[in-house]
């Protein structure tokens, strides 16, 4: 669709609260708010420029102090209406920072060990944040469907808050996800259409539907909606600052699939600085991959500025982008910080779900044995530093990938009596 250069202080033709207008991330081109990713003048993607100029920093702080318990406690920094919080929506967020004792003793970390565990959101993942930003976005366009590409997490998400707020949803995945995602994202009642590809082919045909009529007044959350679904992300970085009393951690491990989750939680930190909610203090970000489907982890050890794509094979599935949007952006923010991406197997995958679970009583999905695998793999090489204080990111429940331990069960079968347990050498 045609858009126009708006100065910075055009008016907004929607209610999206601060939210002022879309820049572009390359040249700085600005545009009015609307369901547009891509810059007409130089095709660079699209993200949400703010107002914030009016903001106290004490009086922001206790209004965020006092609002839900969920991501609308962040509603003044984030694209959408003042009353958001009263709407019908799945209202995820303020999940759980497990300081994570026994994980930094295995670790060797010293310095302090927590775990942002997303897996306490409404569908089990942190995609629900980003589609709750989405949702608001869909009803300020007036769209009717909700639709997205998924590798599985994402398709559930959108399909219990299009549910909730009372939106058709038609969601496109993968034909061969885990069958514990397909479940989930079926049991909604939406359409799930399965792709015969992978998630890049799933992607590519969203983009076309979305300028065919058939796709006439859809909202694709990571497509037409992406600049404000992926300021969802940002509640990730708020979320940990408040709960560590208002400071910065000083290295922060993320999962990358797109890129986008870890550009926007430097995106937050980088707020929370400037508005004067944080102290500024140097921090280190690190993406994690699976070997798999590394290509971030590829250009960043290779020292290049371009991703080259990869076929993803990995048991990793919630992360196998193969040509991810935001790797280049992912690769600036790593160098800047000093901080590293670097990728694991699918065997330490497994090795890092079950000692997150045997160590803190948290079952991550894959993706979450990326991050704490990572995480040993940084320490072990020198790169992280386990004097300082941490944050290991889990974004989605083991449930939803249980084909990834398969092999895990009982420890022994015995008969119903004493002699049989002291035989099984239990006693």
């Not at 769209?143 to 398709?155: D, H, R």
């Not at 991703?307 to 952006?329: E, W």
């Not at 990938?401 to 398969?406: G, I, N, S």
Request: glycine share 12%.
């Amino acid at each position: 669709m045609a858009v126009q250069t708006v100065e910075s202080t055009s008016t907004p033709t929607v209610d999206l609260g601060p939210a002022a207008a879309l820049s572009c991330r390359e040249c700085g081109h600005r545009v009015p708010l609307g369901p547009v990713f891509a810059c007409e003048e130089c095709f660079g993607p699209l993200e949400i420029a703010y107002d914030f100029s009016a903001y106290d920093a004490e009086e922001l702080r206790g209004r965020i102090e006092a609002g839900p318990s969920n991501i609308w406690r962040y509603a003044p920094l984030l694209p959408v209406p003042a009353d958001v919080a009263g709407k019908p929506n799945l209202n995820p967020g303020w999940t759980k920072l497990v300081k994570a004792d026994n994980l930094a003793r295995e670790l060797g970390v010293t310095g302090g060990l927590y775990v942002k565990d997303d897996s306490g959101n409404p569908t089990h993942s942190f995609k629900d944040r980003v589609v709750a930003q989405a949702l608001e976005a869909a009803r300020a366009f007036g769209f009717t469907t909700l639709s997205c590409s998924s590798t599985g997490n994402l398709a559930g998400a959108v399909g219990a808050a299009a549910a909730r707020a009372g939106f058709r949803s038609c969601v496109f995945i993968p034909h061969d996800l885990e069958q514990g995602k397909v479940v989930m994202a079926a049991v909604y009642g939406g359409e799930l259409i399965g792709i015969e590809g992978n998630y890049d082919d799933v992607n590519r045909f969203c983009s076309e539907l979305i300028g065919d009529p058939a796709g006439e007044g859809w909202g694709f959350v990571n497509v037409n909606l992406r600049p404000y679904y992926a300021e969802g992300s940002k509640t990730l970085a708020y979320e940990i600052c408040e709960q560590l009393g208002w400071q910065l951690p000083d290295q922060i491990v993320v999962p990358i699939a797109s890129g986008s989750q870890l550009t926007k939680i430097d995106k937050g930190l980088q707020e929370l600085i400037k508005l004067g909610l944080v102290e500024d203090k140097p921090y280190k970000i690190f993406g994690a991959q699976a070997e798999g489907c590394s290509p971030v982890s590829v250009a960043f050890k290779g020292g290049h500025d371009v991703v080259r794509p990869q076929k993803p094979d990995t048991i990793a599935k919630s992360l196998a982008i193969g040509n991810p949007a935001d790797g280049p952006y992912v690769l600036d923010i790593a160098r800047r910080t000093g901080g590293a991406v670097e990728d694991v197997t699918d065997e330490q995958i497994v090795d890092a779900i079950k000692l997150l679970a045997r160590t803190e009583g948290i079952f991550a999905e894959t993706a979450g044995g990326v991050t704490v695998g990572v995480t040993r793999k940084l320490i072990e090489n020198g790169v992280l530093d386990p004097t300082l204080t941490t944050v290991v990111l889990n974004t989605g429940d083991g449930l939803k990938t249980l084909d990834a331990v398969a092999g895990t069960g009982l420890t022994a079968t015995i008969r119903p009596n004493l002699d049989s347990f002291r035989k099984a050498g239990l006693a």
